[in-house]
């Protein structure tokens, strides 16, 4: 079994649905600001850790192209 078919099932048993679209939703909003790239990049990884989408874990290029986005500059 790979990580993400492993982070998936582990999510949908153990982690509420509000829990992982409360933690996508502050994902998707998260922009850098006036934060340190350690600072962001810290948040970022909080925050992807429990999020998912309508298949389950995040993909490695969903979670790039999430990071990119909210990127200043």
């Known amino acids: 079994m790979n990580w993400e078919n492993f982070s998936r099932l582990f999510m949908g048993q153990y982690l509420p649905d509000s829990f ?11 922009k850098q600001g006036r934060s340190s790239m350690a600072e962001y990049t810290q948040k970022f990884n ?3 850790r429990f999020s998912s989408d309508a298949n389950g874990a995040l993909s490695e290029r969903t979670k790039m192209n999430k990071y990119r986005y909210g990127l200043r500059g």
């Open 20 to 30: 992982t679209f409360q933690m996508g939703r502050e994902l998707g909003e998260l």
């Open 46 to 48: 909080e925050l992807v």
